[in-house]
Protein backbone atom coordinates (compact mmCIF):
# COMPACT_ATOMS: atom_id res chain seq x y z
CA UNK A 1 0.00 0.00 0.00
CA UNK A 2 1.43 3.14 -0.90
CA UNK A 3 2.41 5.57 1.60
CA UNK A 4 4.25 7.84 3.74
CA UNK A 5 6.42 6.93 7.08
CA UNK A 6 7.73 8.98 9.33
CA UNK A 7 10.27 8.64 11.59
CA UNK A 8 11.07 8.65 14.82
CA UNK A 9 7.57 9.04 16.05
CA UNK A 10 8.81 11.50 18.91
CA UNK A 11 12.40 13.13 19.40
CA UNK A 12 13.46 15.26 22.38
CA UNK A 13 16.73 16.82 22.19
CA UNK A 14 18.28 19.70 23.83
CA UNK A 15 19.04 23.34 22.67
CA UNK A 16 21.97 22.99 20.30
CA UNK A 17 21.68 19.56 19.38
CA UNK A 18 21.75 18.15 15.92
CA UNK A 19 18.22 16.68 14.62
CA UNK A 20 17.60 14.37 11.80
CA UNK A 21 14.04 13.41 10.72
CA UNK A 22 13.49 10.98 7.91
CA UNK A 23 10.59 10.31 5.53
CA UNK A 24 10.37 8.03 3.40
CA UNK A 25 7.35 7.75 0.65
CA UNK A 26 6.38 4.86 -1.83
CA UNK A 27 3.51 6.56 -3.95
CA UNK A 28 6.08 7.18 -6.63
CA UNK A 29 5.80 10.79 -5.91
CA UNK A 30 8.50 13.66 -7.43
CA UNK A 31 7.36 16.08 -5.21
CA UNK A 32 7.94 15.67 -1.17
CA UNK A 33 7.26 18.34 1.29
CA UNK A 34 8.08 18.97 5.05
CA UNK A 35 5.52 21.04 7.31
CA UNK A 36 5.33 21.99 11.02
CA UNK A 37 1.86 22.34 12.66
CA UNK A 38 1.73 24.74 15.92
CA UNK A 39 -1.37 25.31 17.91
CA UNK A 40 -3.43 27.91 16.52
CA UNK A 41 -1.61 28.29 12.70
CA UNK A 42 -2.17 26.24 9.76
CA UNK A 43 0.43 24.07 8.60
CA UNK A 44 3.40 25.71 7.55
CA UNK A 45 5.81 24.53 4.40
CA UNK A 46 9.47 24.71 5.55
CA UNK A 47 11.15 22.84 2.56
CA UNK A 48 10.04 21.18 -0.36
CA UNK A 49 11.81 18.98 -3.34
CA UNK A 50 10.43 17.96 -6.65
CA UNK A 51 12.69 14.93 -7.46
CA UNK A 52 16.40 13.63 -6.01
CA UNK A 53 19.17 15.59 -5.36
CA UNK A 54 16.10 18.86 -5.70
CA UNK A 55 15.61 21.57 -2.82
CA UNK A 56 13.08 24.00 -2.84
CA UNK A 57 12.84 26.95 0.33
CA UNK A 58 9.75 27.19 1.29
CA UNK A 59 7.97 29.92 4.08
CA UNK A 60 9.55 29.25 7.15
CA UNK A 61 13.15 27.66 6.13
CA UNK A 62 14.89 29.48 8.94
CA UNK A 63 16.87 26.77 11.02
CA UNK A 64 16.59 23.91 8.39
CA UNK A 65 17.76 22.09 5.98
CA UNK A 66 16.90 19.69 3.76
CA UNK A 67 18.22 16.77 1.63
CA UNK A 68 16.74 14.80 -0.78
CA UNK A 69 18.82 11.30 -1.09
CA UNK A 70 15.93 9.65 -3.69
CA UNK A 71 13.05 9.91 -5.14
CA UNK A 72 12.03 7.78 -1.84
CA UNK A 73 13.33 9.43 0.94
CA UNK A 74 13.57 12.91 2.17
CA UNK A 75 15.34 14.22 5.58
CA UNK A 76 14.69 16.97 7.20
CA UNK A 77 17.71 18.73 9.14
CA UNK A 78 18.53 20.65 12.27
CA UNK A 79 21.68 21.30 12.93
CA UNK A 80 21.70 23.46 16.12
CA UNK A 81 17.82 22.98 17.50
CA UNK A 82 16.44 25.99 19.62
CA UNK A 83 13.27 25.69 21.97
CA UNK A 84 11.17 27.74 19.01
CA UNK A 85 11.42 24.27 16.99
CA UNK A 86 9.50 22.38 19.07
CA UNK A 87 6.63 21.25 16.68
CA UNK A 88 4.60 18.46 15.17
CA UNK A 89 6.46 18.01 11.91
CA UNK A 90 4.62 16.48 8.96
CA UNK A 91 6.28 15.08 5.69
CA UNK A 92 4.41 14.90 2.53
CA UNK A 93 4.15 13.60 -1.19
CA UNK A 94 2.22 14.61 -3.93
CA UNK A 95 2.20 13.74 -7.96
CA UNK A 96 1.93 18.25 -8.12
CA UNK A 97 -1.57 18.79 -9.76
CA UNK A 98 -4.57 20.06 -8.14
CA UNK A 99 -6.25 16.58 -8.42
CA UNK A 100 -3.46 14.30 -7.38
CA UNK A 101 -3.38 12.63 -4.52
CA UNK A 102 -2.19 14.20 -1.64
CA UNK A 103 -0.49 11.97 1.22
CA UNK A 104 0.63 12.80 5.03
CA UNK A 105 2.48 10.64 7.10
CA UNK A 106 1.56 10.12 10.64
CA UNK A 107 4.05 13.43 11.87
CA UNK A 108 6.90 13.71 14.33
CA UNK A 109 6.61 15.07 17.52
CA UNK A 110 9.71 17.38 18.36
CA UNK A 111 10.43 18.61 21.89
CA UNK A 112 13.24 20.83 22.28
CA UNK A 113 14.63 21.48 25.67
CA UNK B 1 -2.23 38.26 7.85
CA UNK B 2 -3.98 34.79 7.79
CA UNK B 3 -5.04 34.14 4.37
CA UNK B 4 -7.72 31.03 5.30
CA UNK B 5 -10.16 31.31 8.30
CA UNK B 6 -11.98 28.65 9.43
CA UNK B 7 -15.58 28.71 11.48
CA UNK B 8 -16.29 27.17 13.95
CA UNK B 9 -13.18 26.85 15.86
CA UNK B 10 -14.63 24.17 17.39
CA UNK B 11 -17.90 22.71 17.29
CA UNK B 12 -19.43 19.67 19.79
CA UNK B 13 -22.32 17.73 18.13
CA UNK B 14 -24.69 14.77 19.52
CA UNK B 15 -23.93 11.58 17.08
CA UNK B 16 -26.49 11.45 14.47
CA UNK B 17 -26.54 15.09 14.06
CA UNK B 18 -25.49 16.90 10.77
CA UNK B 19 -23.22 19.48 10.82
CA UNK B 20 -21.68 22.55 8.71
CA UNK B 21 -18.03 23.84 8.73
CA UNK B 22 -17.18 27.09 6.65
CA UNK B 23 -13.98 28.07 5.26
CA UNK B 24 -13.47 31.83 3.93
CA UNK B 25 -10.28 32.95 1.95
CA UNK B 26 -8.44 35.48 0.72
CA UNK B 27 -5.75 33.77 -1.47
CA UNK B 28 -5.45 34.86 -4.85
CA UNK B 29 -5.20 33.30 -7.18
CA UNK B 30 -7.43 30.47 -6.00
CA UNK B 31 -6.54 26.81 -7.81
CA UNK B 32 -8.38 24.84 -5.58
CA UNK B 33 -9.45 24.04 -2.58
CA UNK B 34 -8.94 20.83 -0.34
CA UNK B 35 -10.84 19.25 2.74
CA UNK B 36 -8.39 17.06 4.82
CA UNK B 37 -9.54 15.28 8.22
CA UNK B 38 -6.68 14.62 11.19
CA UNK B 39 -7.32 12.37 13.64
CA UNK B 40 -5.83 13.44 16.85
CA UNK B 41 -1.76 12.58 16.45
CA UNK B 42 -2.36 11.69 12.91
CA UNK B 43 -1.13 12.76 9.67
CA UNK B 44 -3.70 14.88 7.53
CA UNK B 45 -6.42 12.62 5.11
CA UNK B 46 -7.97 14.48 2.04
CA UNK B 47 -11.50 14.19 1.96
CA UNK B 48 -12.51 16.10 -1.43
CA UNK B 49 -10.85 18.50 -3.52
CA UNK B 50 -13.09 21.44 -5.49
CA UNK B 51 -11.44 22.81 -8.46
CA UNK B 52 -14.20 25.06 -10.40
CA UNK B 53 -16.49 27.79 -9.73
CA UNK B 54 -19.63 26.70 -7.85
CA UNK B 55 -18.19 22.99 -7.14
CA UNK B 56 -19.86 20.35 -5.31
CA UNK B 57 -18.62 17.37 -4.23
CA UNK B 58 -19.55 14.22 -2.21
CA UNK B 59 -17.72 11.41 -0.56
CA UNK B 60 -20.04 9.61 1.78
CA UNK B 61 -21.42 11.30 4.58
CA UNK B 62 -19.38 14.43 3.25
CA UNK B 63 -19.85 16.97 1.31
CA UNK B 64 -18.47 20.16 0.05
CA UNK B 65 -19.27 23.26 -2.17
CA UNK B 66 -17.00 25.93 -3.31
CA UNK B 67 -17.90 29.74 -4.48
CA UNK B 68 -15.04 31.29 -6.14
CA UNK B 69 -16.48 34.87 -6.21
CA UNK B 70 -16.90 34.95 -2.73
CA UNK B 71 -14.08 32.59 -1.52
CA UNK B 72 -16.09 30.84 0.61
CA UNK B 73 -16.47 26.69 1.06
CA UNK B 74 -18.46 24.72 3.24
CA UNK B 75 -18.13 21.01 4.29
CA UNK B 76 -21.35 19.56 4.93
CA UNK B 77 -20.91 16.03 7.44
CA UNK B 78 -24.69 14.12 7.10
CA UNK B 79 -26.08 12.10 10.37
CA UNK B 80 -21.91 12.05 12.48
CA UNK B 81 -20.75 9.06 14.04
CA UNK B 82 -18.15 9.20 17.27
CA UNK B 83 -15.02 8.76 14.42
CA UNK B 84 -16.10 11.45 13.32
CA UNK B 85 -14.16 13.18 15.66
CA UNK B 86 -11.36 15.47 14.56
CA UNK B 87 -9.85 18.82 13.49
CA UNK B 88 -11.01 19.41 9.74
CA UNK B 89 -8.65 21.81 7.72
CA UNK B 90 -9.11 23.64 4.46
CA UNK B 91 -6.26 24.28 2.45
CA UNK B 92 -6.39 26.47 -0.56
CA UNK B 93 -3.77 26.03 -3.71
CA UNK B 94 -2.72 28.92 -5.65
CA UNK B 95 -1.57 27.11 -8.42
CA UNK B 96 -2.12 23.60 -10.46
CA UNK B 97 0.63 22.49 -10.16
CA UNK B 98 3.78 22.00 -6.91
CA UNK B 99 5.15 25.35 -8.09
CA UNK B 100 2.08 27.00 -6.27
CA UNK B 101 1.40 27.19 -2.55
CA UNK B 102 -0.64 25.51 0.01
CA UNK B 103 -2.58 27.62 2.29
CA UNK B 104 -3.49 26.26 5.18
CA UNK B 105 -6.51 26.84 7.45
CA UNK B 106 -5.83 26.46 11.18
CA UNK B 107 -8.78 23.54 11.41
CA UNK B 108 -12.27 23.16 13.09
CA UNK B 109 -12.13 20.79 15.90
CA UNK B 110 -15.47 18.53 15.35
CA UNK B 111 -16.08 16.62 18.84
CA UNK B 112 -19.22 14.35 18.61
CA UNK B 113 -20.63 13.11 21.84
CA UNK B 114 -23.05 10.24 21.90
Known amino acids: EAAVTQSPRNKVTVTGGNVTLSCRQT?????MYWYRQDTGHGLRLIHY???????QIGDVPDGYKATRTTQEDFFLLLELASPSQTSLYFC????????????FGSGTRLLVI | KTQVEQSPQSLVVRQGENCVLQCNYSVTPDNHLRWFKQDTGKGLVSLTV?????DKTSNGRYSATLDKDAKHSTLHITATLLDDTATYIC?????????????FGAGTQLIVIP
Open chain 1, 27 to 31: NSHNY
Open chain 1, 92 to 103: ASSSGTANSDYT
Open chain 1, 49 to 55: SYGAGNL
Open chain 2, 50 to 54: LVHEN
Open chain 2, 91 to 103: VVGDRGSALGRLH
